[in-house]
């Protein structure tokens, strides 16, 4: 049984502030559009981003780092090796691990890679209901994250959070996410930091994608247009305070 | 015989409509520096940008595009194989594909493969002066333009747009555009954007030089600097209409 | 002997102008994180970046450069080529390059090149102690750089310049650098483009350090957090002049 709906905003932030404090290391595989977007939006949260790829190097940063992002944006031979590497180790190292199978609805050979990543036991998993189709057409999603003992986030208008269980709904953010490149493969380098400061996967899959949304809401206001909303994005993520998150959060279960 | 200058302002302006609500899938094989400004611009104008130059998925990701932007900017073994793959499912569909050779001013093996490209029936082509010659040595643009049956576009001070008969001429922009990385390789993927939703190629590419440009100049009011620039660049794009279009566009025949 | 305290403020004004003037052509090889910012901080301050690592061209653009970046924040196969191409072209026609050994504490490969290319002459290095102490576990910085031939700019809450003699520590910056990725691979461009445009490479690099950390400073003034910081870091930088350098900076001997 998970927490009520009401009292996700206050967990949200205590995970908020430990993050803070603890500042993770967190190493990710990611495409080369989102790399530099994804490591300002770790740094505005208060994390530590490194972004190699390099063969000779991906198992000492992945030994070195609090939790990993495996994001299948860019799909080439040196990612792929590279991301094997890195989720050998954080299993071995018991440090979790964050799948994000970007648009294997449009590609089969990523989707294959997907599932391989996939039963290799990731601490969680963010998709939308396409690439949730590409990974496994026959399963729920609560069924999906009981048998594999995973946490799955769909995303979508209203964003769906479940580890077999009820899902919880999550209605924030802003329509300018959508039109800023980069917006949902950093939500997973988030994810990522909070898993690296709470065991408990269900609480920082939830207040993860609280924290993005509610930093998308604030970046709205007075934004003109995709530019100014994205600078205001990180700037709002690096300000995000208790009074914000339980004055917006929607939450339900 | 072309539209006389007096209505390209409302062709533009017709053109973004449509595109805004037709978002064409655009695919790019862009330079590093260049691919987050670029999908960043795309989405703002009202494109859907993807960026894949893996081997094993760019002719899926260029199969279900409605329009290709090949630029030379990063010049590696992976984009040479990419663009050539990418350019032959393009002409089989019969989806405009826009070349922008940039810099091949300063690298013979970019020249030829610029040449090689060119030879290959693009729509359009976006260079300056400097990398025309570099890809024709002897020809009058005009020439170049008629006899290879595209629309080329030569970027400067002015902006000279031909199909092989009169050039015309746009006298928008600003200067903090060339302050700016990424600019003018944002612009391609624009003008692919534009050949996505018009088949007059002309039409499409005088309209997404104006549009781009006029969103410089709107960006340019206020700026401090080349940051702030960029930043109003991708809102002005975004909220671009009709009346700014009218009140700002230089074109002359 | 180097110039007294009081006269560096001028000094960097009067290299900035001739930055300005002169607009040199900097190669950069960096990481892909740091690609496009690099990029756009050149161009703020008035230098022309090049940012290729294709085998088959960069010796053509390193010749035809007035400095050069060697930056190991992204270690590969195809940069490390790059990078030892580039230094040849480099030393034999005497334009001088700088070594910024990102995070070779982290990496034993990483730290082996970033030795084997210290040996080959650059101009400048640019590191934190961390780094230094993984470069040459046994020397003083004092002792390096005289060895060596080259200046030393240690980085940290005080940066720290020496060619061997008497270190010279400048007290600039903002706290808010550190919360921007790619922040300082963009100082190592400036640090190039500086030396290229002057043969003092104390000179040079105290300037470079002097103009970078107080551009940071002007961009806290009103920043809301790393969003708005390094848009405004980009203004600042394209709009510093002498009267602000004179104000702001805190240089000792």
Do not use: Y
């Amino acid at each position: 049984m998970h927490a009520p709906a009401s009292e996700w905003p206050d967990l949200a932030a205590d995970l908020l502030d430990r993050l803070r404090e603890r500042q993770p290391r967190i190493h990710c595989i990611t495409n080369a559009v989102a790399q530099n977007f994804t490591a300002n939006a770790l740094l505005a949260a208060g994390a530590i981003p490194s972004m190699t790829i390099s063969p000779d190097e991906v198992a000492a940063f992945a030994a070195r780092s609090d939790g990993l992002l495996v994001n299948l944006g860019t799909f080439d031979a040196e990612r792929k090796t590279a991301a094997e590497t890195a989720v050998a180790i954080a299993n071995r190292l018991e440090r979790p691990w964050v799948l994000d199978p970007v648009l294997i609805d449009r590609s089969p050979p990523r989707a294959d890679f997907a599932r391989e990543l996939a039963a290799r036991s990731p601490a969680a998993i963010r998709l939308n209901s396409s690439e949730f189709e590409a990974l496994d057409g026959t399963s729920s999603i609560e069924a999906f994250a009981q048998s594999r003992g995973t946490v799955l986030a769909l995303t979508g208008a209203v964003d769906l959070v479940t580890d077999g269980a009820t899902p919880i709904r999550i209605r924030n953010g802003h329509p300018l996410m959508a039109r800023v490149t980069a917006m949902g493969c950093a939500e997973g380098g988030l994810i990522a930091a909070l898993l690296a400061v709470e065991p408990d996967r269900l609480a920082a899959m939830v207040s993860a994608l609280l924290i993005f949304a509610i930093a998308g809401e604030i970046a709205g206001v007075g934004a003109n247009g995709p530019g100014s909303f994205s600078v205001q994005f990180l700037d709002a993520l690096s300000n995000l305070d208790r009074a914000a998150i339980r004055a917006r959060a929607k939450v339900s279960v």
